[in-house]
């Protein structure tokens, strides 16, 4: 069974999975392993100019799918940057460019998340004994 925990260093919050380990001789050890920060402060700061704030791997844990995350926040942040007039245009011929190989996987990445979710449920059914019936 594995937990999370959250140590505060300073102003700093750090997340860790714990599981617990009974060893050889029956003494109970418990192994902490790193998942980082909630937001990676450091790289954000490289970042700044799409104001993204980057997430540490606890996130997936909580459900929050960084890479949508990113990419909601960058439409958000270059809708300011084209309404406000501060993008350059050799970076918004590059965006555009990088958003059209994304959209080229749009109908690829739907039948996916289709085959995959039927995938999924099937497996859900026969590990509630759905296939005895």
Known sequence: ???VEAKRKGSKIYYYAVHREVLPDGKVKFVYHYLGPRYYTYVKKTHEDYNIDFKGAIEELEGFPRASSYLNDLVV???????????????AIE??????????????????????????????????GGDNQ
Do not use: C, D, F, H
């Open 1 to 3: 069974m594995w937990n």
């Open 77 to 91: 942040a270059l809708k300011e940057q084209m309404q406000t007039g501060t993008l350059p245009s050799r970076k």
């Open 95 to 128: 965006l555009a460019n990088a958003i059209e190989r994304l959209a080229g996987l749009v109908s690829e990445l739907r039948r996916y998340a289709e085959a995959k979710a039927k995938e999924e449920q099937e497996q859900a059914r026969k590990m509630l």
